[in-house]
C-alpha cells in the first residue's frame, strides 16, 4: 500500500482516531488513515465489477489527497464488520481550497478543470455508495455532493472574504461544481441506464444555460434527481486537517477581527451564499464553524 496521506492539524488525527478508525472489539483494524482509505474505497468499488481496481485506486488517491471526502457513515461503517445504514441522499464534499494553483502569489488561480474532474469522480462514488447501500428499487439516485474549503481558496487566491470579488470567485466554484456532477451524472445514466420514469435533472438546469447536446441528455438522465447540496460538514472539514466548512471563511487574522466587529463577515457569508445559489439544487445551508462544532474529540 502506498502512503500518501499527509496530516498537519493534530484535531484531524484526534478526529479520525476517534471516529473514523476501525476497530472490532480490542482489535485495531485501520492502522493507518491510508487504511482506512482503502477500505472504504474497497467496498465503494465493489459495484465496478471488473473495473473494480481501477475506481478503487481513483477513490482512495482522492481520499488520501483530501480532494474528496465521502459521507461520514461510509467513512465509519464501509468495509467493517457494522452495516452501513441506508443510504436515501449520500453526501460528499470536495475540498475546493486545494485547486488553487500557486496559492499566495500573483499567478495564482483555480483550476476550474481539474475541480470539475472531482466533482464527476464524487458523482460516481456516490452511485456505487446507492447501488450497495441505498434503499431497493427503480427510484431516481439524490445526492447531496458539496464544498468544504472555499473559504480557504479565497484565501489561497489572495482575496479577503468581504472583498467584493469574492462572490463571483465562489459562483464561478459553484458552477465548476455543479457542470463536473452533471457529466459525471450524465455518464453513468448513459451506462447504467435510467428509470422509465421519474423527474431527473433537466428541471433543475432550466435556468443555467445549458449547451443544446447537454440539454438533451439531461432530458434523458432520469437516474438523478438531485445533485449538489451544500450545507454544514463539520467532521469532514476538520478531518481534511482544519478545512473551512462550506462556505465558511478561512481562519485568518482578518476574519477573526470581522468575528469581533460583528455584522461584516455576516454580510460577506449571505453575499456568497447568494451568488452559489443559483447553481446548486439545494437550497444552500448556513454554516457552523468546523472547529466549534468538532470540539471535545480526543
Known amino acids: 500500500m502506498t502512503l500518501l496521506t499527509r496530516f498537519t492539524d493534530p484535531q484531524a488525527v484526534d478526529l479520525w482516531d476517534s471516529r473514523f478508525r476501525w476497530r472490532s ?7 493507518t488513515i491510508d487504511a482506512t482509505w482503502q477500505r ?4 465503494l468499488a465493489a459495484p465496478e465489477g471488473n473495473d473494480g481496481a481501477y475506481w478503487r485506486s481513483r477513490y482512495a488517491f482522492a481520499f488520501g489527497s483530501w480532494q ?22 449520500p453526501r460528499a464534499v470536495v475540498n475546493a481550497g486545494l485547486f488553487v494553483s500557486d496559492p499566495h502569489t500573483r499567478q495564482a488561480r483555480f483550476d476550474h478543470k481539474r475541480f470539475g474532474s472531482a466533482a464527476a469522480l464524487a458523482v460516481r462514488m456516490l452511485d456505487d455508495a446507492a447501488m450497495a447501500y441505498g434503499p431497493s428499487g427503480d427510484q431516481p439516485l439524490r445526492f447531496g455532493i458539496g464544498v468544504i474549503g472555499v473559504g480557504d481558496a479565497l484565501d489561497r487566491l489572495g482575496l479577503a472574504y468581504t472583498s467584493g470579488r469574492s462572490p463571483s470567485v465562489a459562483q464561478a466554484i459553484a458552477r465548476s461544481l455543479a457542470f463536473g456532477c452533471l457529466h459525471g451524472a450524465l455518464q453513468l445514466a448513459e ?16 435556468h443555467r444555460g445549458l449547451p ?17 447540496r451544500i450545507e454544514p460538514q463539520p467532521e469532514l472539514a476538520c478531518l481534511a486537517n482544519g478545512a473551512s466548512d462550506a462556505l465558511e471563511p478561512a481562519r485568518t487574522p482578518e476574519t477573526t477581527a470581522l468575528e469581533r466587529e460583528g455584522s461584516g463577515l455576516q454580510l460577506a457569508t449571505r453575499a456568497i451564499r447568494a451568488a452559489v445559489q443559483p447553481w446548486i439544487d439545494a437550497p444552500v445551508c448556513a454554516s457552523t464553524q468546523a472547529r466549534g462544532a468538532v470540539q471535545g474529540v480526543g
Request: charged residues 25%.
Open 191 to 206: 451506462e447504467r441506464g435510467s428509470p422509465a420514469s421519474g423527474v431527473g435533472l433537466a428541471s433543475l438546469w432550466m
Open 68 to 89: 474528496i471526502l465521502p459521507d461520514p457513515r461510509l467513512l465509519r461503517h464501509a468495509g467493517t464488520d457494522t452495516p452501513v445504514p441506508l443510504l436515501t441522499e
Open 25 to 31: 472489539g480490542d482489535r485495531l483494524c485501520d492502522r
Open 212 to 228: 443544446a447536446s447537454l440539454a438533451e441528455a439531461a432530458e434523458r438522465d432520469r437516474r438523478h434527481q438531485s445533485l449538489t
Open 40 to 43: 472504504v474505497a474497497e467496498a
